[in-house]
């Protein structure tokens, strides 16, 4: 015969599981009405904000977004900070401050801080908790604390097809060349050409491409077998099982 308190740990026990059920499926509902896009874009008015970029709830800082312009079909990731001046309700001028374009993946947690130009080409996908800016503080004067002094900006374009890995910061005057990866926890500076891996603090390329000579050094595995050319698009969503219907896409 269960006692009374057997029986008031158990109903105990299942209330907790149905408030956890109700709590996920709740902070689910929350997350899908919390996302940006330009079809629900809340409280933001961003200067472009493609067809089918998602920014997912809950949102980073962002402000000015006045001066942000993403690209279709990108999809920004949890608390990702997009910013552009150093404070919100600045007057920032005409030209956008910070541009990601389509296609675009960005790691939850990252932090795209602009207070001159940020230029993010096409299909840049990112790790999380990556950090890019085109400002560092200055610290020549001693006698004035270094949160003071005014700071130094340099713009930073990251090339098209670019993986940037978790961890890296791509530091003010950084220029990356179009399909280059970096390596996680990597700090960038300087130009990085095109086809080329880096890695280090400071980042050093470890790994090019050539039409002459390939990549060198030369990798020790095969790449990947590519899909045949003529897949069809209902084959592909039946090889994978996923749904890769573009918004708007009838079944």
């Known amino acids: 015969m269960p006692t009374a308190s057997s029986l008031l740990a158990a109903v105990r026990t299942r209330g907790r599981r149905v408030a956890g059920r109700l709590v996920h ?3 689910t509902w929350v997350q899908g009405v919390g996302a940006v896009s330009n079809q629900s874009p809340g409280p933001y008015r961003f200067r472009e904000l493609g067809d089918g970029t998602k920014l997912a709830f809950p949102l980073g800082t962002v402000f000015n977004e006045q001066w942000i312009t993403i690209g ?3 999809i ?3 608390r990702v900070t997009i910013s552009a001046g150093f404070v919100p309700g600045l007057d920032l001028g005409d ?4 541009r990601i ?3 675009c993946v960005i790691g939850r947690g990252s ?3 602009g207070h001159q130009s940020i230029t993010l080409g096409d299909d840049v996908w ?3 908790f990556v950090y890019i800016t085109d400002t560092a503080h200055s610290y020549h004067d001693t006698e004035l604390p270094i949160g003071k002094q005014w700071p130094r900006n340099e713009p930073v374009e990251i090339g098209s097809g670019s993986w940037i890995g978790t961890g890296a910061v791509i530091l003010p005057g950084a220029k990356l060349g179009r399909n280059v990866v970096v390596a996680a926890g990597s700090v960038v500076r ?3 050409p095109d086809f080329a891996v880096v890695a280090g603090a400071p980042a050093k390329v470890v790994r090019s491409w050539s039409e002459v000579e390939g990549w060198q050094p030369p990798f020790r595995h095969e790449p990947p077998t590519a899909l045949p050319g003529d897949l069809t698009a209902d084959q592909l969503r039946e090889l994978i099982g996923w749904d890769l219907r573009l918004p708007g896409e009838g079944s």
């Open 25 to 27: 499926r709740g902070w």
């Open 72 to 74: 279709p079909f990108s």
């Open 76 to 78: 920004i990731g949890e």
């Open 95 to 98: 030209e956008p401050i910070v």
């Open 101 to 103: 374009g389509g296609g």
């Open 111 to 113: 932090h795209l801080v």
């Open 126 to 128: 990112t790790g999380p």
């Open 190 to 192: 300087g130009e990085v």
